[in-house]
């Protein structure tokens, strides 16, 4: 089995599977009379059909014990997801590009560094929620509406990765 290297989370590295969402060189201008700096449009939600809402959620994730054996990904056809961590913790990001089926070889792991949330573009393989340090919630935005938009994908025993302890 492969192990994962975990790469920290920036904007280039990320941008083939979604958005990165945080401050940190993002646009911005003052409103409300001066008293407030919006950073605007960090992630842009996606829906399939005109019919689709988007809506707000909150996840509360237990930690995972680490190192984690990878054995399946999952992916939203018919919009895009977003995780803002609430509490400040890291959180590690495991992608794979478009396609009909994840390739393991092509699999990535990203760390955040609490601050920063993502939003994965719709479509993008990922594994569901990964918090390794302890219970957190998440901010989730995503889609509501009519027909499966979750796929799940599993892998062969010899496809399977290994998530190890970040640094």
Known sequence: MRTLVIEPLTKEAFAPFGDVIETDGSDHFMINNGSTMRFHRLATVETAQPEDQAIISIFRADAL???LTI????????????????????????????????????VRAFVSNGRQGINYHRGVWHHPVLTIEKRDDFLVVDRSGKGNNCDEHFFKEDECLILAPHQ
Do not use: K, Y
Not at 71 to 78: F, I, N, V
Not at 98 to 104: F, I, T
């Open 71 to 106: 054995r399946m990904l999952e992916r939203h056809p018919l919009g895009s997801q977003a995780f803002i961590p609430l509490l400040g913790n890291p959180f590690l990001i495991v992608v794979a590009p478009l396609g009909d089926e994840p390739v393991s070889g092509l």
């Open 65 to 67: 014990e680490m190192p």
